[in-house]
């Protein structure tokens, strides 16, 4: 539980970095209103339009949303986090390293987490906080690794490029 509460904190920290881009987008600043305000289903619909659309912030969102809703649709987020993490959004990544690492939603692949958790760390888009919380996370998963599984996450994370979905 204490697993997820964290992963879940860190998720929101991550978010605020995109605050500035979600104002750009009124949907999603509407799906975050909707959301604060306690209406899941309104948050979910809304980012569901945009993420439908291969916009891969809302795809975060939308995973974001349907992880922490009750009940919790993980399945269904690890498939938006993945579509996300694959174009480039670094809070996607950030949260498939952290279900690679603790096997929440998804078995536990330390190699995987390591990958995506440097893909993450090297967004311009995370600020201060948000690097330190990857970094914290990379620290953590090094441990668990072999000097040749880190070789190899790293060239994977190195050969990592965004393909956009449109």
Known sequence: MRRFIRTVMIAVLLAGAGDAALAQTPSLAE???????????KAIAIARAAAEQSDPQAQALLAFYLYTKVPSEPAEAIAWWKRAAAQGDAEAQFMLATQYLYGLAIPADYSAAYTWALIASQSARLSESARNEVLKLMAEIRVRLTPDAIKAAQEAALGFRAKPER
Not at 31 to 41: K, M, N
């Open 31 to 41: 799906a975050e209103t909707a959301y604060r305000q306690g209406d899941v289903g």
